[in-house]
């Protein structure tokens, strides 16, 4: 059910004339509230680029896009137009009241291409007394291509300025409505909105104070060619049958459990670290225990080795990890469009899934493309001290088990920053030799110095036996984009938003946030302590496996600490792209 409030007050008018003051440029005195206008009114609000189609106030029982919503709010429609071909249609939902409001908001990343306003987090956010705040990111549907075919004005909406113009459009509207302006602004997403919310931290660091940033895919042209890849290892020829059959790809992740689940000293079914887990794939081909094809043993190591360069063989970009088989998705390149994304901007030609497969390599279209696309859609810089130096907080978090975006980026952009934290004083001649010259003696001696300072800043969280934004089989309910666990969970201690506002508002930083898993009907199966990187949990010898307080954090000596070649190259391609910025228009 919904209703508009009475356009005739006296609130009402008075709402009326501040915005004309607004309109008109009449000047309060600094610091001084505005009158605060009714919901209807508005509409009469005009954010930067963007127009306001629609206000009014919504008393539950309602259900909109889908959300049930519980509790009355002003719900705002509107749409940003940064270029000509622009329509970035977004939704504000503010609390009825002041005194509903907690001086907070929130506004919501997307996955994939987005082209829907995330109704879901949107009615949870209002509940929990935020302005909160999505869009379809620049463009209606779902999962396909076409919208980008074209239409590069739309991409850059949805690669970078779609948020601009919500975050915008949101504290605007909510200082018309109260009268005084957000206190703490927050932004969480996965996945893409991951992306987007590196996105923030790097090139709109007024924006928010606080960031949640999940599986976030912010080296993304090098990432957008690992779906690629994928797609090109798993399912070789369109409509085929995939190259490794999910039975066999679960088997390969139960004999990597048989040999790393216990190297932490405990067998629950989880690697705690994947990254000190060896394992011989070659053992399961044909010159081992037959479990594997040769062209099976091919696609799994292909998979592990992450993109390479098929003209002199260097490696481009980080692979899957070992336990993570299980979760190897052979459609994901073709249900995302990834190779007609890339004709359609990169080339403007519409290949057809069937065709890209022909066009797409891994040396000249790779590099193409990575120099198209890492303006408008890519956040691995490093360089995030606009965003610090204002107190800004960042928490960032991974599943182990995450083959669609890896998490060797995550773990490297940790070790990038803390790189930068020397760095960051030298010319930038110095800079670009010593990244010539990096080394994992390096890395490894520059985290122990600095990662203290990093973590003032920036905390990573590392998920075992969860794959891409929460699934898979380990505990998974922390919010941010993962699951979202019950009204009774959502506390600093167990739900990353609420730990990042704790961050920012009382300067507590997470050591720890405790992920659950949840049975069909709401139980408590299993809760673990997730560390603050690189501390990891550690049973504590006694008590059920299943319970988090059994587990503390410990971090691991620095020589059980390895950095790879592959950490090299990731750590080198961020720090390499310390200057980039969004283009100037």
């Keep these: 059910m919904q209703r508009r409030m009475r356009n005739g007050s006296a609130e009402s008018r008075a709402g009326r004339c501040a915005v004309l003051a607004l309109a008109l440029g009449v000047a309060t005195a600094p610091g001084a509230a505005r009158a605060a206008m009714d919901c209807a009114s508005l509409t009469m609000v005009t954010p930067e680029a963007s127009t306001i189609t629609a206000a009014e106030i919504v008393t539950p029982p309602a259900t909109i896009g889908g959300a049930a919503v519980s509790v009355p709010f002003c ?12 329509e970035i249609k977004f939704e504000v939902w503010l609390p009825p009241t002041a005194a509903a409001w907690t ?41 396909s291509a076409t919208w980008t075919l074209g239409h590069p004005e739309k ?8 948020h601009f113009s919500v975050a915008t459009a949101a504290k605007t509207l909510g200082k018309a409505f109260y009268g005084r302006p957000v206190q703490h602004s927050y932004f969480e997403g996965c996945s893409n909105g991951g992306r987007q919310a590196m996105m923030m931290a790097q090139n709109y660091p007024e924006l928010f104070d606080g960031i949640v940033a999940g599986a976030p895919s912010m080296f993304y042209p090098d990432l957008l060619f690992w779906l690629v890849w994928t797609g090109k290892t798993l399912t070789p020829v369109f409509g085929q049958p995939a190259a490794l059959s999910p039975a066999k790809a679960a088997q390969i992740t139960q004999r990597v459990l048989a040999k790393c689940d216990a190297i932490d000293g405990l067998v629950d079914g989880q690697i705690t670290n994947p990254r000190s887990c060896s394992f011989d794939i070659d053992s399961l081909g044909p010159a081992g225990e037959g479990l594997l094809t040769a062209q099976e043993l091919a696609t799994v190591k292909a998979m592990y080795a992450g993109t390479t360069n098929e003209v002199t063989g260097a490696q481009r970009y980080a692979g899957a990890m070992f336990g993570s088989e299980a979760f190897f998705d052979p459609n994901f390149a073709d249900n995302g469009r990834y190779g007609p994304f890339i004709g359609h901007y990169v080339y403007g030609v519409d290949w057809s899934l069937a065709q890209w497969r ?31 130096n204002r107190g800004g907080k960042l928490i960032h978090y991974h599943g182990w088990g995450d083959s669609v975006v890896p998490p060797g980026g995550s773990v490297d952009y940790f070790f990038a920053l803390t790189q930068f934290e020397l760095l960051r004083h030298l010319p930038d001649k110095v800079v670009d030799r010593y990244i010539e010259k990096l080394t994992p003696q390096l890395v490894a001696a520059l ?26 089989t380990g505990p998974n309910a922390i ?6 666990p019950p009204a009774a969970f959502r506390n600093p201690e167990h739900h ?31 809760s673990r302590p997730l560390c603050a990187w690189p501390a990891q949990a550690v049973y504590k010898g006694q008590g059920s496996v299943d319970d988090a307080a059994n587990f503390s954090c410990a971090t691991p000596k620095a020589n059980e600490r390895t950095v790879t070649d592959t950490d090299i190259l990731l750590i080198q391609n961020s720090l390499r792209q310390r200057d980039l910025k969004l283009p100037n228009r």
């Design 103 to 143: 001086g907070r908001m929130k506004v919501n990343g997307t996955g994939g291409y987005a082209g829907a306003t995330p109704y879901a987090r949107l009615a949870q956010d209002i509940g929990d007394g935020f302005i909160t705040a999505g869009s379809n990111m620049g463009h209606d549907g779902g999962e």
């Design 75 to 86: 719900r705002v429609r509107g749409t940003a137009r940064p270029s000509l071909d622009s």
């Design 479 to 484: 919010g941010g984009g993962a699951p979202e």
């Design 155 to 162: 991409v850059k909406d949805w690669g970078l300025r779609a």
């Design 358 to 388: 022909d066009h797409i390599n891994f040396s000249s279209v790779y590099d193409e493309s990575k120099r198209a696309l890492s303006p408008i859609t890519a956040a691995p810089s490093p360089d995030i001290r606009a965003f610090v």
């Design 447 to 472: 985290a122990e110095a600095f990662g203290k300072r990093v973590q003032q800043y920036h905390r990573l969280f590392l998920m075992p036996a969860v794959s891409h934004c929460g699934g898979g």
């Design 496 to 526: 990353v938003v609420s730990a990042v506002i704790k961050w920012v508002e009382q300067g507590v930083a997470p050591e720890k946030i405790i992920a659950t898993r949840f049975d069909a009907n709401g139980n408590v199966t299993r």
